[in-house]
């Protein structure tokens, strides 16, 4: 069983950081791989980034010289740093579990996932 809870959203200015953090609960978390996904209203659930249990990872091409997404197994936690944050990535952030570790970026290969947590940036 795996549950996740998101944090770390909020309002910020165009240019921003925020830091969002999944935590995680079961003693396998170092085996898994995590991602994290978004949807804005009317849009469809997009692909951010995923890590693999020894750190390897990938991110949409729209993100990757601006987001960060890394791991502290200790604490079951998985984490999203976006820096210069733009209108466009204002959406709903969720965290997402590959138990099997397919190396995919579709929603459907991630089983379990968080509540989501709302990043705003205005203009």
């Known amino acids: 069983q795996v549950h996740l809870v998101e944090s770390g959203g909020g309002l910020v200015q165009a240019g921003g950081s925020l830091r969002l953090s999944c935590a995680a609960s079961g003693r396998a978390f170092s085996l898994y791989t995590m991602g994290w996904f978004r949807q804005a209203p009317g849009k469809e659930r997009e692909f951010v980034a995923r890590?693999?249990?020894?750190?390897?990872?990938i991110y949409d091409d729209f993100v990757k010289d601006r987001f960060t997404i890394s791991r502290d197994n200790a604490k079951n936690t998985v984490y999203l740093q976006m820096n210069s944050l733009k209108p466009d990535d204002t959406a709903v952030y969720y965290c997402a579990v590959d138990m099997f570790n397919s190396g995919r970026t579709d929603a459907r290969h991630f089983a379990y996932w968080g509540q989501g947590t709302q990043v705003t940036v205005s203009s």
């Open positions: 890590i693999s249990p020894t750190g390897g990872s």
